[in-house]
T-cell receptor
Framework: AQSVAQPEDQVNVAEGNPLTVKCTYSVSGNPYLFWYVQYPNRGLQFLLKYITGDNLVKGSYGFEAEFNKSQTSFHLKKPSALVSDSALYFCAVRDGAAGNKLTFGGGTRVLVKP | EPEVTQTPSHQVTQMGQEVILRCVPISNHLYFYWYRQILGQKVEFLVSFYNNEISEKSEIFDDQFSVERPDGSNFTLKIRSTKLEDSAMYFC???????????????FGPGTRLTVL
């Protein structure tokens, strides 16, 4: 079975400061990892993914994430947060060896204060 | 940029009634999905669909649920007899068929909020 954990329900950060949203995963096969963002009354927007290759992946809106196989983590980062980054962030995993469903974490609400 | 669209944005129904949620996937995508998110809970996989048949389904997707691609553009989720616990946001997603890493991404629609009274 595959699972994802986002240990923080909410992250508060001041505008201009670095932002980190944590994610750990568990899969039997090779992990395919994704980050999505959800703004109020909107759907899930794709930010970035790790399938293979470089452990540091860059995505939309200045976000990046680092795949760490030994720690089974895929933390989302942004060097300098904006107020407009305030949203709900979801980490998701797909087991590359079994099926194509995504399993989501519980989500982390990010609040960036001016 | 192409997007997944869903209608209606909000559906209110009485318990026991049938509802059909509609989705228009991105035009060149061949894999289709339904997920749901009960208020305050995780996004949960319901079903995936490829080549006019279900390829995978969760334990949530029981006999009350069905999916269909009635024409070349729409993808529908039908709940035959709604229960109170079916109240949730339902998301449709689609993905290209190519299995290269660059295309292995599911794109989500804005969701339909289903309220069962």
């Amino acid at each position: 079975a595959q699972s994802v954990a986002q240990p923080e329900d909410q992250v508060n950060v001041a505008e201009g400061n670095p932002l980190t949203v944590k994610c750990t995963y568990s899969v039997s096969g090779n992990p395919y990892l994704f980050w999505y963002v959800q703004y109020p009354n909107r759907g899930l927007q794709f930010l970035l993914k790790y399938i293979t290759g470089d452990n540091l992946v860059k995505g939309s809106y200045g976000f990046e994430a680092e795949f760490n196989k030994s720690q089974t983590s895929f933390h989302l980062k942004k060097p300098s947060a904006l107020v407009s980054d305030s949203a709900l962030y979801f980490c998701a995993v797909r087991d590359g060896a079994a099926g194509n469903k995504l399993t989501f974490g519980g989500g982390t609400r990010v609040l960036v204060k001016p | 940029e192409p997007e997944v669209t869903q209608t209606p944005s909000h559906q209110v129904t009485q318990m026991g009634q049938e509802v059909i949620l509609r989705c228009v996937p991105i035009s060149n995508h061949l894999y289709f999905y339904w997920y749901r998110q009960i208020l305050g809970q995780k996004v949960e996989f319901l079903v995936s669909f490829y080549n006019n048949e279900i390829s995978e389904k969760s334990e949530i997707f029981d006999d009350q649920f069905s999916v269909e691609r009635p024409d070349g553009s729409n993808f529908t989720l039908k709940i035959r007899s709604t229960k109170l616990e079916d109240s949730a946001m339902y998301f449709c997603a689609s993905r290209p068929m190519q299995l290269a890493p660059s295309t292995d991404t599911q794109y989500f629609g804005p969701g339909t909020r289903l309220t069962v009274l």
